[in-house]
Protein backbone atom coordinates (compact mmCIF):
# COMPACT_ATOMS: atom_id res chain seq x y z
CA UNK A 1 0.00 0.00 0.00
CA UNK A 2 2.70 2.03 0.88
CA UNK A 3 4.46 1.58 -2.39
CA UNK A 4 0.82 2.43 -3.97
CA UNK A 5 0.90 6.10 -2.16
CA UNK A 6 4.30 6.77 -3.29
CA UNK A 7 3.90 6.26 -7.29
CA UNK A 8 0.36 8.00 -7.07
CA UNK A 9 2.01 10.65 -5.37
CA UNK A 10 4.54 11.00 -8.33
CA UNK A 11 1.49 11.48 -10.11
CA UNK A 12 2.97 8.66 -12.65
CA UNK A 13 -0.81 7.47 -13.40
CA UNK A 14 -2.68 10.20 -12.98
CA UNK A 15 -4.77 11.78 -15.53
CA UNK A 16 -3.93 15.22 -15.63
CA UNK A 17 -7.12 16.62 -17.06
CA UNK A 18 -9.15 14.83 -14.77
CA UNK A 19 -6.95 13.73 -12.07
CA UNK A 20 -8.71 10.23 -11.64
CA UNK A 21 -6.45 7.23 -12.19
CA UNK A 22 -5.75 6.64 -16.20
CA UNK A 23 -8.18 4.85 -17.37
CA UNK A 24 -7.33 3.39 -21.57
CA UNK A 25 -3.91 4.89 -20.93
CA UNK A 26 -2.04 6.91 -24.49
CA UNK A 27 1.15 8.88 -24.52
CA UNK A 28 1.87 11.20 -26.83
CA UNK A 29 4.90 12.42 -28.48
CA UNK A 30 5.83 14.73 -26.02
CA UNK A 31 5.42 11.86 -23.13
CA UNK A 32 2.93 12.71 -20.74
CA UNK A 33 0.00 10.12 -20.65
CA UNK A 34 -3.70 10.77 -20.78
CA UNK A 35 -7.07 8.96 -20.30
CA UNK A 36 -7.96 8.08 -23.50
CA UNK A 37 -11.09 9.88 -23.74
CA UNK A 38 -10.22 13.32 -21.67
CA UNK A 39 -7.17 13.39 -24.52
CA UNK A 40 -9.75 12.89 -26.82
CA UNK A 41 -12.00 15.54 -25.44
CA UNK A 42 -9.56 18.04 -25.07
CA UNK A 43 -8.27 17.84 -28.67
CA UNK A 44 -12.08 17.60 -30.18
CA UNK A 45 -12.14 20.99 -29.04
CA UNK A 46 -9.27 21.82 -31.07
CA UNK A 47 -10.50 20.69 -34.61
CA UNK A 48 -12.08 24.22 -35.66
CA UNK A 49 -7.80 25.28 -35.54
CA UNK A 50 -6.35 22.35 -36.68
CA UNK A 51 -3.45 22.65 -34.39
CA UNK A 52 -3.33 20.06 -30.99
CA UNK A 53 -1.05 20.76 -28.31
CA UNK A 54 -0.99 19.06 -24.44
CA UNK A 55 -2.71 20.42 -21.70
CA UNK A 56 0.41 19.76 -19.85
CA UNK A 57 3.26 21.17 -21.98
CA UNK A 58 1.54 22.93 -24.42
CA UNK A 59 3.81 21.24 -26.94
CA UNK A 60 2.12 21.23 -30.55
CA UNK A 61 1.06 18.87 -33.08
CA UNK A 62 -0.12 19.16 -36.48
CA UNK A 63 -1.88 17.25 -37.46
CA UNK A 64 -3.83 15.41 -35.09
CA UNK A 65 -1.70 12.64 -33.62
CA UNK A 66 -3.30 9.18 -34.25
CA UNK A 67 -3.96 7.83 -30.34
CA UNK A 68 -2.48 3.98 -29.40
CA UNK A 69 -3.18 2.10 -26.15
CA UNK A 70 -0.49 2.19 -23.79
CA UNK A 71 -0.70 -1.08 -22.86
CA UNK A 72 2.18 -1.48 -20.82
CA UNK A 73 0.98 1.46 -18.74
CA UNK A 74 -2.57 -0.02 -18.46
CA UNK A 75 -1.36 -3.26 -17.06
CA UNK A 76 0.61 -1.43 -14.66
CA UNK A 77 -2.95 0.76 -13.74
CA UNK A 78 -4.54 -2.50 -13.02
CA UNK A 79 -2.23 -3.76 -11.04
CA UNK A 80 -1.89 -1.17 -9.23
CA UNK A 81 -5.70 -0.83 -8.35
CA UNK A 82 -5.73 -4.65 -6.79
CA UNK A 83 -3.10 -3.49 -4.66
CA UNK A 84 -5.23 -0.91 -3.49
CA UNK A 85 -4.43 2.20 -5.41
CA UNK A 86 -8.17 3.26 -5.18
CA UNK A 87 -8.30 3.83 -1.80
CA UNK A 88 -4.89 5.83 -1.66
CA UNK A 89 -6.34 8.35 -3.83
CA UNK A 90 -6.24 11.99 -2.56
CA UNK A 91 -9.39 13.54 -1.57
CA UNK A 92 -9.55 16.49 -3.91
CA UNK A 93 -8.83 14.35 -7.20
CA UNK A 94 -11.73 14.44 -9.46
CA UNK A 95 -13.09 11.52 -11.59
CA UNK A 96 -13.72 11.62 -15.39
CA UNK A 97 -17.05 12.31 -17.52
CA UNK A 98 -19.03 9.14 -17.28
CA UNK A 99 -18.13 7.61 -13.79
CA UNK A 100 -20.68 6.37 -11.76
CA UNK A 101 -19.95 9.83 -8.95
CA UNK A 102 -23.74 9.99 -7.70
CA UNK A 103 -23.04 5.78 -6.35
CA UNK A 104 -20.14 6.86 -4.35
CA UNK A 105 -20.47 7.67 -0.79
CA UNK A 106 -17.42 9.55 -1.05
CA UNK A 107 -18.91 11.98 -3.23
CA UNK A 108 -22.90 12.69 -1.94
CA UNK A 109 -22.21 16.06 -0.14
CA UNK A 110 -19.94 17.25 -3.23
CA UNK A 111 -21.07 19.38 -5.66
CA UNK A 112 -20.15 17.41 -8.89
CA UNK A 113 -19.39 19.05 -12.41
CA UNK A 114 -18.64 18.67 -15.67
CA UNK A 115 -15.04 17.75 -16.62
CA UNK A 116 -13.44 20.06 -18.79
CA UNK A 117 -9.95 20.34 -20.28
CA UNK A 118 -9.12 23.81 -18.14
CA UNK A 119 -9.51 22.11 -14.81
CA UNK A 120 -5.96 22.45 -14.86
CA UNK A 121 -5.76 25.92 -14.37
CA UNK A 122 -7.81 25.97 -11.76
CA UNK A 123 -4.94 24.41 -9.62
CA UNK A 124 -2.05 26.33 -8.26
CA UNK A 125 1.04 26.17 -10.20
CA UNK A 126 3.07 26.37 -6.80
CA UNK A 127 1.29 24.28 -4.74
CA UNK A 128 -0.83 21.88 -6.62
CA UNK A 129 -3.66 22.71 -4.74
CA UNK A 130 -7.39 23.70 -6.11
CA UNK A 131 -7.52 27.75 -6.30
CA UNK A 132 -10.55 28.46 -3.66
CA UNK A 133 -9.37 32.32 -2.45
CA UNK A 134 -9.52 35.34 -4.19
CA UNK A 135 -6.80 37.61 -3.55
CA UNK A 136 -8.36 41.41 -4.09
CA UNK A 137 -4.55 43.08 -3.16
CA UNK A 138 -3.54 41.03 -6.42
CA UNK A 139 -6.76 40.56 -7.81
CA UNK A 140 -6.08 36.94 -8.69
CA UNK A 141 -7.21 33.27 -8.01
CA UNK A 142 -5.15 31.39 -4.56
CA UNK A 143 -5.11 28.44 -3.01
CA UNK A 144 -5.42 28.03 0.49
CA UNK A 145 -1.33 27.70 1.29
CA UNK A 146 -0.73 30.68 -0.68
CA UNK A 147 -2.44 32.40 1.76
CA UNK A 148 -0.02 31.82 4.48
CA UNK A 149 2.80 31.94 1.86
CA UNK A 150 3.33 35.32 -0.33
CA UNK A 151 -0.25 36.40 0.22
CA UNK A 152 -0.02 35.98 4.04
CA UNK A 153 -0.91 40.14 4.66
CA UNK A 154 -3.01 40.74 1.97
CA UNK A 155 -6.73 41.43 1.68
CA UNK A 156 -7.97 37.68 0.94
CA UNK A 157 -11.68 36.40 0.81
CA UNK A 158 -13.33 33.24 -0.43
CA UNK A 159 -13.86 32.62 -4.48
CA UNK A 160 -17.26 32.52 -3.30
CA UNK A 161 -18.04 35.30 -1.43
CA UNK A 162 -15.41 37.40 -4.40
CA UNK A 163 -18.36 36.01 -6.63
CA UNK A 164 -21.18 37.31 -4.96
CA UNK A 165 -19.37 40.14 -4.52
CA UNK A 166 -18.54 40.85 -8.37
CA UNK A 167 -22.20 39.42 -9.03
CA UNK A 168 -23.58 42.42 -7.63
CA UNK A 169 -21.43 44.43 -9.30
CA UNK A 170 -22.26 42.94 -12.95
CA UNK A 171 -25.60 43.11 -12.48
CA UNK A 172 -25.34 46.57 -11.46
CA UNK A 173 -23.61 47.03 -15.12
CA UNK A 174 -26.27 44.83 -17.19
CA UNK A 175 -29.24 46.89 -15.62
CA UNK A 176 -27.41 49.98 -17.21
CA UNK A 177 -26.74 48.55 -20.09
CA UNK A 178 -30.45 46.81 -20.13
CA UNK A 179 -31.42 51.23 -19.26
CA UNK A 180 -28.75 52.21 -22.31
CA UNK A 181 -30.38 49.33 -24.70
CA UNK A 182 -34.11 50.61 -24.07
CA UNK A 183 -32.84 54.44 -24.30
CA UNK A 184 -30.78 53.33 -27.75
CA UNK A 185 -33.99 51.34 -29.20
CA UNK A 186 -36.26 54.72 -28.06
CA UNK A 187 -33.88 56.39 -30.13
CA UNK A 188 -34.24 53.85 -32.79
CA UNK A 189 -38.00 54.15 -33.17
CA UNK A 190 -37.53 58.23 -33.02
CA UNK A 191 -35.19 57.71 -35.85
CA UNK A 192 -37.22 55.71 -37.64
CA UNK A 193 -40.16 57.39 -37.46
CA UNK A 194 -38.48 61.04 -38.14
CA UNK A 195 -36.81 59.29 -41.18
CA UNK A 196 -40.15 58.26 -42.66
CA UNK A 197 -41.78 61.62 -41.23
CA UNK A 198 -39.16 63.08 -43.40
CA UNK A 199 -39.49 61.30 -46.34
CA UNK A 200 -43.52 61.64 -46.57
CA UNK A 201 -42.60 65.72 -46.19
CA UNK A 202 -40.37 65.33 -48.76
CA UNK A 203 -42.74 63.86 -51.05
CA UNK A 204 -45.56 65.90 -50.12
CA UNK A 205 -43.07 69.01 -50.73
CA UNK A 206 -42.17 67.28 -54.01
CA UNK A 207 -46.03 66.90 -55.30
CA UNK A 208 -46.60 70.60 -54.04
CA UNK A 209 -43.85 72.06 -56.02
CA UNK A 210 -44.76 69.84 -59.24
CA UNK A 211 -48.53 71.30 -58.65
CA UNK A 212 -46.85 75.02 -57.97
CA UNK A 213 -44.80 74.69 -60.68
CA UNK A 214 -47.73 73.31 -62.78
CA UNK A 215 -49.79 76.11 -62.62
CA UNK A 216 -47.22 78.59 -63.18
CA UNK A 217 -46.45 77.18 -66.43
CA UNK A 218 -50.07 76.95 -67.32
CA UNK A 219 -50.73 80.57 -66.03
CA UNK A 220 -47.60 81.38 -68.08
CA UNK A 221 -49.14 80.03 -71.12
CA UNK A 222 -52.53 81.52 -70.79
CA UNK A 223 -50.43 85.19 -70.63
CA UNK A 224 -48.61 83.38 -73.67
CA UNK A 225 -51.57 82.91 -75.46
CA UNK A 226 -52.72 86.80 -74.27
CA UNK A 227 -50.07 88.42 -75.95
CA UNK A 228 -49.87 86.26 -79.14
CA UNK A 229 -53.92 87.11 -79.41
CA UNK A 230 -53.10 91.25 -78.86
CA UNK A 231 -50.46 91.07 -80.91
CA UNK A 232 -52.52 89.08 -83.99
CA UNK A 233 -55.54 91.95 -82.97
CA UNK A 234 -53.46 94.82 -83.25
CA UNK A 235 -51.58 93.28 -86.51
CA UNK A 236 -54.93 92.64 -88.09
CA UNK A 237 -56.13 96.20 -87.08
CA UNK A 238 -53.05 97.92 -88.90
CA UNK A 239 -53.20 95.25 -91.71
CA UNK A 240 -56.81 96.35 -92.20
CA UNK A 241 -56.39 100.09 -91.94
CA UNK A 242 -53.34 99.59 -94.38
CA UNK A 243 -55.57 97.90 -97.28
CA UNK A 244 -58.22 101.03 -97.07
CA UNK A 245 -55.08 103.11 -97.40
CA UNK A 246 -53.56 100.90 -100.02
CA UNK A 247 -57.09 101.41 -101.75
CA UNK A 248 -57.52 104.92 -101.70
CA UNK A 249 -53.97 105.33 -102.81
CA UNK A 250 -54.29 103.06 -106.11
CA UNK A 251 -57.12 104.84 -106.89
CA UNK A 252 -55.93 108.20 -106.55
CA UNK A 253 -52.94 106.91 -108.65
CA UNK A 254 -55.91 105.77 -111.53
CA UNK A 255 -57.45 109.18 -111.64
CA UNK A 256 -53.48 110.95 -111.24
CA UNK A 257 -52.90 108.57 -114.16
CA UNK A 258 -56.04 109.98 -116.54
CA UNK A 259 -55.84 113.11 -115.92
CA UNK A 260 -51.68 113.08 -116.92
CA UNK A 261 -53.03 111.37 -120.46
CA UNK A 262 -55.54 114.30 -120.38
CA UNK A 263 -53.38 116.95 -120.19
CA UNK A 264 -50.54 115.33 -122.40
CA UNK A 265 -53.28 114.84 -125.04
CA UNK A 266 -54.44 118.68 -124.84
CA UNK A 267 -50.59 119.51 -125.11
CA UNK A 268 -51.06 118.47 -128.19
CA UNK A 269 -54.04 120.20 -129.76
CA UNK A 270 -53.87 122.95 -132.61
CA UNK A 271 -56.52 125.07 -131.69
CA UNK A 272 -56.57 127.53 -129.33
CA UNK A 273 -59.82 128.05 -128.11
CA UNK A 274 -60.58 124.32 -127.88
CA UNK A 275 -57.01 124.30 -125.60
CA UNK A 276 -58.32 127.46 -123.60
CA UNK A 277 -61.55 126.03 -122.87
CA UNK A 278 -60.95 122.55 -121.84
CA UNK A 279 -57.75 123.19 -119.88
CA UNK A 280 -60.09 125.49 -117.71
CA UNK A 281 -62.19 122.92 -117.34
CA UNK A 282 -59.83 120.23 -116.55
CA UNK A 283 -57.97 122.78 -113.63
CA UNK A 284 -61.50 123.07 -112.14
CA UNK A 285 -62.94 119.27 -112.36
CA UNK A 286 -59.70 117.79 -111.01
CA UNK A 287 -57.84 119.20 -107.89
CA UNK A 288 -55.22 118.00 -106.00
CA UNK A 289 -56.35 114.73 -103.70
CA UNK A 290 -56.60 115.68 -99.81
CA UNK A 291 -54.90 112.52 -98.42
CA UNK A 292 -52.48 112.48 -95.72
CA UNK A 293 -48.71 111.89 -96.13
CA UNK A 294 -48.24 108.25 -95.11
CA UNK A 295 -45.18 107.35 -93.55
CA UNK A 296 -44.30 103.51 -93.45
CA UNK A 297 -41.85 102.14 -90.68
CA UNK A 298 -42.91 98.37 -90.83
CA UNK A 299 -39.24 97.17 -88.20
CA UNK A 300 -40.51 99.18 -85.57
CA UNK A 301 -44.27 98.14 -85.83
CA UNK A 302 -43.90 95.29 -82.90
CA UNK A 303 -40.20 96.51 -81.56
CA UNK A 304 -41.48 97.51 -78.07
CA UNK A 305 -43.74 94.23 -77.87
CA UNK A 306 -40.64 92.35 -78.28
CA UNK A 307 -38.61 94.45 -76.09
CA UNK A 308 -41.18 94.46 -73.40
CA UNK A 309 -41.49 90.13 -73.46
CA UNK A 310 -37.36 90.23 -73.55
CA UNK A 311 -37.58 92.32 -70.39
CA UNK A 312 -40.32 90.03 -69.04
CA UNK A 313 -38.35 86.53 -69.31
CA UNK A 314 -35.00 88.49 -67.38
CA UNK A 315 -36.99 89.49 -64.71
CA UNK A 316 -38.74 85.99 -64.26
CA UNK A 317 -35.39 84.31 -64.80
CA UNK A 318 -33.82 86.84 -62.03
CA UNK A 319 -36.84 86.41 -59.83
CA UNK A 320 -36.72 82.38 -60.38
CA UNK A 321 -32.72 82.43 -59.42
CA UNK A 322 -33.54 84.13 -56.12
CA UNK A 323 -36.19 82.45 -54.95
CA UNK A 324 -34.50 79.11 -55.98
CA UNK A 325 -31.45 80.13 -53.91
CA UNK A 326 -33.50 80.84 -50.93
CA UNK A 327 -35.54 77.44 -51.05
CA UNK A 328 -31.57 75.51 -51.45
CA UNK A 329 -30.75 77.27 -48.01
CA UNK A 330 -34.23 76.26 -46.91
CA UNK A 331 -33.74 72.78 -47.55
CA UNK A 332 -30.33 72.79 -46.25
CA UNK A 333 -32.07 73.15 -42.58
CA UNK A 334 -34.15 70.10 -43.01
CA UNK A 335 -32.03 67.84 -40.04
CA UNK A 336 -33.57 64.41 -38.47
CA UNK A 337 -31.11 64.22 -35.72
CA UNK A 338 -31.17 66.79 -33.33
CA UNK A 339 -28.31 68.34 -31.48
CA UNK A 340 -27.06 66.38 -28.62
CA UNK A 341 -24.70 69.18 -26.41
CA UNK A 342 -25.77 72.64 -25.75
CA UNK A 343 -23.25 74.17 -27.43
CA UNK A 344 -24.71 72.65 -30.67
CA UNK A 345 -28.18 73.82 -29.06
CA UNK A 346 -26.55 77.39 -28.83
CA UNK A 347 -26.25 77.72 -32.93
CA UNK A 348 -30.30 77.68 -33.36
CA UNK A 349 -30.41 80.19 -30.04
CA UNK A 350 -32.98 82.86 -31.10
CA UNK A 351 -34.15 86.14 -29.04
CA UNK A 352 -37.43 86.35 -27.79
CA UNK A 353 -39.44 88.71 -25.79
CA UNK A 354 -42.81 88.95 -23.99
CA UNK A 355 -45.68 90.41 -25.38
CA UNK A 356 -47.91 93.02 -22.67
CA UNK A 357 -50.80 92.75 -24.93
CA UNK A 358 -51.34 89.20 -24.49
CA UNK A 359 -50.04 89.30 -20.46
CA UNK A 360 -52.86 88.12 -17.97
CA UNK A 361 -53.58 91.23 -15.66
CA UNK A 362 -52.02 89.91 -12.71
CA UNK A 363 -48.57 88.72 -14.29
CA UNK A 364 -45.79 91.51 -14.34
CA UNK A 365 -43.40 91.96 -17.11
CA UNK A 366 -39.61 93.38 -16.21
CA UNK A 367 -36.47 93.55 -17.69
CA UNK A 368 -37.19 94.63 -21.45
CA UNK A 369 -40.37 92.01 -21.11
CA UNK A 370 -38.13 88.82 -20.84
CA UNK A 371 -39.18 88.80 -17.34
CA UNK A 372 -42.70 87.48 -16.17
CA UNK A 373 -43.75 86.96 -12.35
CA UNK A 374 -47.34 86.75 -11.02
CA UNK A 375 -48.45 89.45 -8.16
CA UNK A 376 -51.22 89.48 -5.99
CA UNK A 377 -52.82 92.42 -7.33
CA UNK A 378 -54.31 93.23 -10.88
CA UNK A 379 -52.56 95.50 -12.96
CA UNK A 380 -54.13 98.55 -14.44
CA UNK A 381 -53.80 97.69 -18.03
CA UNK A 382 -55.66 98.90 -21.32
CA UNK A 383 -57.81 95.77 -22.50
CA UNK A 384 -56.64 94.48 -25.81
CA UNK A 385 -58.47 91.35 -28.10
CA UNK A 386 -55.19 89.39 -27.48
CA UNK A 387 -54.91 89.52 -24.10
CA UNK A 388 -55.96 86.11 -21.81
CA UNK A 389 -58.82 87.34 -19.77
CA UNK A 390 -58.66 83.99 -17.87
CA UNK A 391 -56.18 81.90 -17.34
CA UNK A 392 -52.53 83.88 -15.85
CA UNK A 393 -50.64 83.36 -19.44
CA UNK A 394 -48.69 85.43 -21.59
CA UNK A 395 -47.41 84.54 -25.11
CA UNK A 396 -43.72 85.96 -26.58
CA UNK A 397 -44.12 88.11 -29.87
CA UNK A 398 -42.11 86.09 -32.02
CA UNK A 399 -43.15 83.15 -34.24
CA UNK A 400 -41.29 80.50 -34.54
CA UNK A 401 -40.39 78.38 -37.90
CA UNK A 402 -37.38 76.48 -38.83
CA UNK A 403 -34.78 75.74 -36.41
CA UNK A 404 -34.95 77.64 -33.07
CA UNK A 405 -33.44 76.94 -29.47
CA UNK A 406 -34.25 79.30 -26.18
CA UNK A 407 -34.18 78.47 -22.67
CA UNK A 408 -36.11 79.59 -19.44
CA UNK A 409 -35.52 79.74 -15.59
CA UNK A 410 -38.26 79.31 -13.29
CA UNK A 411 -39.23 79.77 -9.48
CA UNK A 412 -41.75 79.50 -6.81
CA UNK A 413 -43.88 76.87 -5.11
CA UNK A 414 -46.83 76.39 -7.03
CA UNK A 415 -45.39 75.91 -10.10
CA UNK A 416 -45.42 77.52 -14.14
CA UNK A 417 -45.61 75.92 -17.71
CA UNK A 418 -43.18 76.34 -20.63
CA UNK A 419 -45.63 76.03 -23.72
CA UNK A 420 -45.66 76.61 -27.00
CA UNK A 421 -48.76 77.52 -28.80
CA UNK A 422 -50.40 78.72 -32.56
CA UNK A 423 -51.35 82.23 -32.33
CA UNK A 424 -54.76 81.77 -33.01
CA UNK A 425 -55.21 80.01 -29.36
CA UNK A 426 -58.45 81.77 -27.71
CA UNK A 427 -57.74 84.23 -24.83
CA UNK A 428 -61.31 85.33 -23.45
CA UNK A 429 -62.48 82.12 -22.46
CA UNK A 430 -62.63 79.92 -19.12
CA UNK A 431 -62.89 76.54 -20.79
CA UNK A 432 -59.81 74.54 -21.69
CA UNK A 433 -59.57 75.79 -25.25
CA UNK A 434 -57.85 78.80 -23.73
CA UNK A 435 -55.56 77.09 -21.39
CA UNK A 436 -51.90 75.72 -22.72
CA UNK A 437 -51.60 71.96 -23.24
CA UNK A 438 -55.53 71.46 -22.66
CA UNK A 439 -56.42 71.79 -27.18
CA UNK A 440 -54.67 70.84 -30.02
CA UNK A 441 -53.41 74.44 -30.37
CA UNK A 442 -50.49 74.13 -27.67
CA UNK A 443 -48.13 71.81 -26.00
CA UNK A 444 -46.85 72.47 -22.71
CA UNK A 445 -44.50 71.39 -19.99
CA UNK A 446 -45.67 72.01 -16.15
CA UNK A 447 -42.81 72.55 -14.05
CA UNK A 448 -43.19 72.48 -10.05
CA UNK A 449 -40.67 71.39 -7.23
CA UNK A 450 -41.79 68.24 -6.97
CA UNK A 451 -42.83 66.64 -10.86
CA UNK A 452 -42.78 67.23 -14.11
CA UNK A 453 -45.75 66.67 -16.29
CA UNK A 454 -46.22 67.38 -20.45
CA UNK A 455 -50.18 67.74 -21.56
CA UNK A 456 -51.51 68.68 -25.23
CA UNK A 457 -55.06 68.43 -26.16
CA UNK A 458 -55.81 67.56 -22.54
CA UNK A 459 -53.80 64.32 -22.19
CA UNK A 460 -51.37 64.31 -19.46
CA UNK A 461 -47.97 62.49 -19.53
CA UNK A 462 -45.23 62.00 -16.44
CA UNK A 463 -41.87 62.49 -16.43
CA UNK A 464 -40.33 60.85 -13.86
CA UNK A 465 -37.16 63.03 -13.29
CA UNK A 466 -35.32 64.97 -11.16
CA UNK A 467 -37.17 68.80 -11.69
CA UNK A 468 -34.94 71.07 -12.84
CA UNK A 469 -35.05 75.04 -12.16
CA UNK A 470 -33.69 75.78 -16.34
CA UNK A 471 -35.22 74.56 -19.43
CA UNK A 472 -34.45 74.26 -22.77
CA UNK A 473 -36.46 73.84 -25.65
CA UNK A 474 -35.70 72.92 -28.98
CA UNK A 475 -38.03 73.25 -32.39
CA UNK A 476 -37.24 72.07 -35.69
CA UNK A 477 -40.78 72.97 -37.57
CA UNK A 478 -39.88 71.65 -40.65
CA UNK A 479 -39.51 68.06 -39.04
CA UNK A 480 -42.43 68.51 -36.95
CA UNK A 481 -39.91 68.10 -33.36
CA UNK A 482 -40.38 69.96 -30.20
CA UNK A 483 -38.49 68.61 -27.72
CA UNK A 484 -37.77 70.40 -23.77
CA UNK A 485 -34.79 69.51 -21.75
CA UNK A 486 -33.23 69.73 -18.54
CA UNK A 487 -30.39 71.76 -18.55
CA UNK A 488 -27.53 71.43 -16.25
CA UNK A 489 -23.81 69.84 -16.96
CA UNK A 490 -25.58 68.03 -19.72
CA UNK A 491 -28.95 68.01 -21.68
CA UNK A 492 -31.05 65.58 -20.56
CA UNK A 493 -34.50 65.04 -22.37
CA UNK A 494 -37.83 65.40 -20.69
CA UNK A 495 -40.03 64.89 -23.51
CA UNK A 496 -40.16 65.13 -27.48
CA UNK A 497 -43.13 66.07 -29.29
CA UNK A 498 -42.85 64.30 -33.25
CA UNK A 499 -46.43 65.97 -35.19
CA UNK A 500 -46.77 68.44 -38.10
CA UNK A 501 -47.00 71.67 -37.52
CA UNK A 502 -49.06 73.80 -39.63
CA UNK A 503 -48.37 77.37 -38.83
CA UNK A 504 -45.57 79.04 -36.93
CA UNK A 505 -45.51 78.62 -32.71
CA UNK A 506 -45.23 81.37 -30.24
CA UNK A 507 -43.28 80.13 -27.04
CA UNK A 508 -45.70 80.93 -23.99
CA UNK A 509 -45.57 80.54 -20.14
CA UNK A 510 -48.65 79.88 -17.53
CA UNK A 511 -46.96 81.38 -14.24
CA UNK A 512 -48.88 79.89 -11.13
CA UNK A 513 -48.95 82.64 -7.48
CA UNK A 514 -45.66 84.26 -6.50
CA UNK A 515 -44.23 82.48 -9.45
CA UNK A 516 -41.91 84.35 -11.89
CA UNK A 517 -40.33 82.69 -14.98
CA UNK A 518 -36.94 84.36 -17.22
CA UNK A 519 -36.18 84.23 -21.03
CA UNK A 520 -32.19 83.29 -20.77
CA UNK A 521 -30.09 86.00 -22.46
CA UNK A 522 -28.14 82.43 -24.48
CA UNK A 523 -25.65 85.26 -26.07
CA UNK A 524 -23.81 85.71 -22.44
Not at 61 to 75: D, K, M
Not at 454 to 460: A, I, L, S, V, Y
Not at 465 to 479: K, T
Request: a negative charge.
Amino acid sequence: MAQAEDLLDQDHFSCPVCLDVLKDPVTIHCGHSYCMGCIKGCWDQDDHTGMYSCPQCRQTFTPRPVLGRNTILAAMVEKLKKMGLQAALPAHCYAGPGDPHNESPAFKKHKLVQATRELQEKICSHHDKLLEVYCRTDQQCICLLCVMDEHRSHDTVSAVAERTEKQKQLGEMQKKIQQRIQEREKELEDLRQAAESLTGSAQAAVEDSERIFTEMIRSIERRHSEVKELIRNQEKAAVSQAERLLEKLEQEIAELRGRDAELEQLSHTEDHIHFLQSSQSLCASHGPADLPSITVNPNNSFLDVRKSVSELKERLEDFCKGELIKMSELVKEVHIVEPKTREEFLHYSCLLTMDPNTAYRELCLSEGNRVVKRVKKTLSCLDHQERFNYWTQVLCREGLSGCCYWEAEWSGERGVEIAASYKDIKRKTKDEDSSFGHNDKSWSLSCSPSSYSFWHNGEKTKIPVPPSSRIGVYLDHRAGTLSFYSVSDTMTVLHRVQTTFSKPLYPGFYVGRECSVKLCCLGE
